[in-house]
Structures are given as C-alpha cells and as structure tokens.
C-alpha cells in the first residue's frame, strides 16, 4: 500500500508486453482504476475515467490473459496519473469540490503557519 493524494491505496508492478522480448524489462509502478475511482471519484464511472486517461494518453495496462490474474483489473502509470492529476480533478470534480479542497488547503496552511 502506497500514501496517493491523503489516501492508502494498493499499488501493484507490471511490465509494458512490448518490452517482453527486449534486455530492458524495467517494472512500472501502478494503481488500480477501479480503486482510484472508487476513492477518489465516487459519483463517477470507471468508463468516464478511462475515457479521460485515453484523452491525455495516458497508458492502461490489462492482465496478460495467459495469466490467472483478474480479467477486469486495469492498472494505471502512477507518474502518469500525478502528472495528469490536476487535469483529471478538473474534469471528474464538480466545481463546488474544486473550490472546497483548495479551500481546505488553504486553511490547513494558514493553521500550520500560524
């Protein structure tokens, strides 16, 4: 488990299948979407939330279906995801959340600094 945006969440290491037959076989590190959304974005659908990955080209990986890993799990880029959070805030957030978490930062700094 990994500390994402105030939240634990699972975080799982795959390898991108085109590298299989390459020397390179470096590990990503990833989420699960059904977890991000569940957390983060409640109110929204898992397949508004890929929709919105495919939009900023950010890369969904599937279970190998030779494997017994679950067939529905998909797995995000974490570095992606972080360099797209905002992005993806302001498209899955209604507006009044917007505002209410940069007001909670804002006050959350303001108590720390004083």
Request: glycine share 0%.
């Amino acid at each position: 488990r990994i500390l994402f945006h105030g939240q634990e969440i699972f975080s799982y290491c795959t390898t991108p299948s085109i590298n299989f037959n390459s020397i390179d076989n470096k590990t990503i590190s990833c989420l699960s979407i059904k977890d991000i959304v569940s957390i983060y974005f409640p109110w929204s659908s898992i397949k508004q939330f890929i929709q919105i990955c495919r939009n900023k080209q950010i890369t969904i990986y599937k279970p190998d279906k030779s494997t017994s890993s679950d067939s529905t799990l998909r797995l995000i880029n974490i570095e992606q995801l972080e360099n797209n959070w905002n992005f993806i805030l302001k498209e899955l957030l209604p507006d009044k959340q917007i505002l209410s978490q940069k007001y909670n930062y804002i006050n959350r700094l303001s108590l720390i600094n004083n």
